[in-house]
């Protein structure tokens, strides 16, 4: 996958996102917030400085915040739903629902108002 396409995955809002990749990109966040948590308990148990762990920790999780709030949108843009309703990915409780709601929920089948395919940006002059 192009880098271009990474940064449109995790950071743009644009565009429609398959359940599948909707799953995978959201796996793959949480496999790096518990990685670098691992490795920061790790670093202190052994007497280290856990410092850089804890600075790497913050800003993934600053980034994962916005990735999740455009996975969701985007993923709520394949079944042509408005994105601000991914806020409830930051809602405790309900933040696991909604994962799992969007996860499952089937999309549009076709073109939409937000995009003509899924996994890909909206043409030029979308939302």
Known sequence: MPANQM???FFGFSGRLSRAAYFLAGLLMMIA???ITYRMIMAQESGQSGAVWETLLSVVLLAS?????????????????????AALLFVPFFNFITFVALCFIPGTPGPNQYGTTTNAPAAIGKT
């Not at 915040?65 to 309703?85: E, T």
């Open 33 to 35: 917030v518990v990685f």
């Open 65 to 85: 915040l916005w990735a999740q709030a455009a996975l969701g949108a985007k993923r709520l843009h394949d079944f042509a739903r408005p994105g601000i309703f």
């Open 7 to 9: 940064i449109w995955l």
